[in-house]
């Protein structure tokens, strides 16, 4: 057994913290502010399939299989948390809001299958069937099964709970140096370029919208909805506790807090596909940061004997934390992490002087 200190305890730090605490290895976590990241905006939506972006093949096997390793690590949680997590497993729907947008979404789905993933044409009748709050004047529905979700902020929640009662030493502290221990994983999302050269991360912005669904409303939703409207992409997701999320946008501009511009957009796009968003209460505008990789692939690797990097998990950090922990421990413990990852390897984008 291993003495651990992980570095950030945003999703992928925590079930990583976990995941090795239930193995019996002696941890301790340093974050001045846990969940305070990338983490505190996610949509949530564990989505390999909804998320296929075209010539980003490296990324579909670790999508898939971290959606795989899901139920295993809730499975890990639960044996140490009451709290829950906002897991829900009803899948995800997919619309399109004009002909122009139906003929990208049939593209998409085509694409997604040619790839081996389960997707189903759905008539716009079946589609208001399952959803019956969606707009009577869409393009076209296409449902995705295994695309599910967890409440970021819930689970994040959760994970800290579980810590505690697995005894983990939890520092509230910022890391200025790579800690003293017997080994380290630099799972601290942006902040990991700061203490260790040759990781190029740069901050991606979305701005995210989080509603409340009034009682004579309620449940507006049960699924997850993504669309395209006018070749805009917006989702919006029903949470366990009542409210509904609607996101996000994706810009690179250094700013921070959410546009207006862009809670203007969210809200006409998120009302064409439903109606009834008109109607909810306006709970929070907020804005993250991604952490964006060069090629949109995470760093997860071993740099050294004491040092395994693990963040970069740009758009899908939520989906890919079952990955992180997973391959993490195989790390920790020097075995084969089951997968190849050598299209994640930390140094790829670093210069000779960085990484002689
Ligand atoms: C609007 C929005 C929507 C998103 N939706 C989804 C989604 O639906 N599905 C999905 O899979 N992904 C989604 N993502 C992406 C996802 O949020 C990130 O990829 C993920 O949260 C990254 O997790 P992380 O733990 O690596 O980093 P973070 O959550 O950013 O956590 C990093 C932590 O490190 C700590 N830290 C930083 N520096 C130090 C230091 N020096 N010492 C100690 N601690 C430090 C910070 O306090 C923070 O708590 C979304 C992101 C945004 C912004």
Redesign the pocket.
């Known amino acids: 057994m291993s003495s651990v200190t992980v ?7 925590l079930a990583t913290a976990v995941r090795l605490a239930d193995a019996g290895h002696a941890v301790t976590l ?10 505190h ?7 390999p399939v909804a998320e296929v972006i075209y010539r980003q093949e490296a990324l579909f096997p670790l999508m898939l299989r971290s959606a795989a390793l899901y139920p295993g690590l809730l499975r890990v949680v639960d044996k140490h948390t009451d709290l829950p997590t906002g897991y829900r497993t009803e899948g995800t729907l997919v619309l399109a809001a004009d002909r122009a947008d139906a003929a990208h979404l049939a593209q998409l789905s085509e694409y997604q299958s040619a790839n081996g993933m389960e997707v189903e044409r759905l008539t716009l009748r079946a589609a208001r069937k399952l959803e019956p709050a969606l707009s009577p004047q869409l393009a076209g529905a296409v449902h995705i099964p295994g695309d599910h979700q967890v409440n ?1 902020r819930m689970f994040a929640a959760a994970l800290l709970d579980a810590l505690n009662n697995l005894g983990v030493v939890i520092r509230r502290e ?2 200025t140096t790579i800690p003293d221990d017997e080994q380290v994983v630099l ?5 990991a370029a ?2 260790h050269p040759g990781l190029q991360l740069r901050p991606v912005y ?1 701005d ?1 919208l989080r509603l409340g669904v009034p009682d004579h409303l309620a449940p507006l939703l049960t699924r997850v909805v993504r669309g395209f409207v006018e070749d805009r992409a917006v989702y919006l997701i029903p949470r366990t506790d009542g409210t509904l999320a609607i ?2 946008t994706s810009r690179e501009d250094d700013r921070p807090v959410p546009r207006a511009g862009a809670v203007h957009d969210l809200l006409r796009d998120a009302t064409r596909l439903v109606p009834g968003i008109g109607e909810c209460d306006f709970l929070e505008a907020t804005t ?4 964006g990789t060069p090629d949109d692939l995470p760093y997860l690797g071993r740099v050294d004997d004491q040092l395994i990097i693990s ?1 970069g ?8 934390t079952a990955l992180a922990a997973e391959a993490t421990l195989a790390l920790v413990e020097r075995r084969d992490p089951g997968l190849d990852l050598h299209a994640c390897a930390p140094h790829r984008h670093a210069t000779q002087k960085e990484h002689p």
């Open positions: 570095v950030g305890g945003g999703l992928v730090g340093m974050d001045p502010d846990p969940a305070s990241g990338a983490t905006h996610a949509g949530g939506m564990l989505a970021p910022h890391a799972a601290n999302g942006l902040g700061a203490l979305g995210i996101g996000a993250g940061a991604r952490p963040t998990y740009f758009r899908h950090g939520i989906l890919l």
